[in-house]
Nanobody
Framework: EVQLVDSGGGSVQAGASLRLSCAASEFPISRSCTAWFRQAPGKEREGVAT???????SYADSVKGRFTISKDNAKNTLYLQMNSLKPEDTAMYYC?????????WGQGTQVTVSS
């Protein structure tokens, strides 16, 4: 059974950093595009960042230069390093795979940024 387990969220002040993790089982992230999404209260879920099997990455304009997606293929784990956090980054964050037509979602990890 495929499982994606998200962790690393928390409550921080604006300007702080957090690193989210997504541990995958029964799904080799090295062979697929994997992504981070987020959903704020009252808003639709939006894509934050993706990383493909060739190592290429893409980011939403709102997080470019502040967030970095990466993966450790040996640990089969996806990461999202979030720096210079802003209150508007407050949301539930989910890892997902594959990037298009997502089949698998993590359970989510809450990020709350206060001003």
């Amino acid at each position: 059974e495929v499982q994606l387990v998200d962790s690393g969220g928390g409550s921080v002040q604006a300007g702080a950093s957090l690193r989210l993790s997504c541990a995958a089982s029964e799904f080799p992230i090295s062979r697929s595009c994997t992504a981070w999404f987020r959903q704020a209260p009252g808003k639709e879920r939006e894509g934050v960042a993706t990383t493909d099997s060739d190592g290429s990455t893409s980011y939403a304009d709102s997080v470019k230069g502040r967030f970095t997606i990466s993966k450790d293929n040996a640990k089969n784990t996806l990461y999202l390093q979030m720096n210079s956090l802003k209150p508007e980054d407050t949301a539930m964050y989910y890892c997902a795979a594959p990037c298009s037509l997502v089949d698998y979602w993590g359970q989510g990890t809450q990020v709350t940024v206060s001003s």
